[in-house]
């Protein structure tokens, strides 16, 4: 199964906020188990797609340097249900960055309505403690995002295109 | 900033039950935020961010965790912090009550030194609160 719990990035700006969306669909197995006879997104793969979009987020304010990974989850609160069919739009805002972490806040829609809160913290690894190299193999990180269309639409905050990394 | 001890407690005690998930009588002035409250490592991280938004202050990692004077042979021998690196950890955190770990400062109980009421005095001292 692929671990990718965003389909498109449709905003970017660098340091300040992402928009993007998830289409849940009945193909896919992970809504089979959760809830037997009622189809649905578990909750925790939501929190994971934010996770990816605001782990983006972090990543690329740090250029990309810094080993990004969630490491708390404030709060997650759900209003409804994701069903298959439904197309859940997240949107994702810095909310605070240290030299050693940054925290997120998250919502997720469904047409107008709020279908999801989440507060979420990241910490940084730090190098030889936690983690020896990077967590991506060369190029997978930048197909991920090519895959999501991040590098149509990411800008930043004067608008003009973000820089073509290297090193992902 | 001009708060009260009462006004910074208060809001200390908040970020605290919302960092830890505990329980508002559980976080007392006296109170150890690793021995009582549970926290953990990463919770301070979040304690820091809550601290930050909450008094509109910046904290250095140094401030509430003193890593390179615990990790210094000048100021520890033996797993036990010398005169001077108390006298360094005191000049650091002169807001810290460190009278009980003083008795037998085994660095490996220093995790366990924080209590509320030091965590108030370390807000109150940053945003120069009523003492």
Known sequence: ?168 | MGLSQDEIFEKVQEALIDALGADDDEVNRGATLVGDLGAESIDFLDIVFKLEKSFDININREELAPEDILTNDDYVKDGVVTANGMAELKRRMPWADMGEFEQNPRVQDFGNLLTVGDLCNYVGSKIGGES
């Open chain 1, 1 to 168: 199964m692929r671990w990718f719990w965003v389909d498109r990035f449709t905003e970017f700006v660098s340091g300040s906020h992402a928009r993007g969306y998830k289409n849940v669909t009945l193909a896919e197995e992970a809504l089979d188990e959760y809830c037997p006879g009622y189809p649905m997104l578990p909750p925790t793969l939501i929190i994971e797609g934010m996770a990816q979009m605001g782990g983006i987020l972090v990543s690329e304010h740090f250029n990309f340097d810094k080993h990004v990974v969630l490491a708390k989850i404030g709060k997650a609160k759900f209003h409804q249900p994701a069903r298959c069919g439904d197309r859940l739009n997240f949107s994702v805002k810095m909310d605070a960055v240290q030299d050693l972490g940054a925290t997120v806040t998250c919502l997720s829609h469904t047409g107008d309505t709020l279908q999801a809160e989440i507060d979420l913290m990241f910490a940084f690894l730090e190098e030889g403690r936690f983690t020896n190299g990077p967590l991506f193999n060369p190029g997978m990180l930048r197909d991920m995002l090519r895959m999501m269309n991040f590098f149509h639409v990411a800008v930043d905050l004067d608008g003009n295109a973000i820089p073509e990394y290297t090193n992902i």
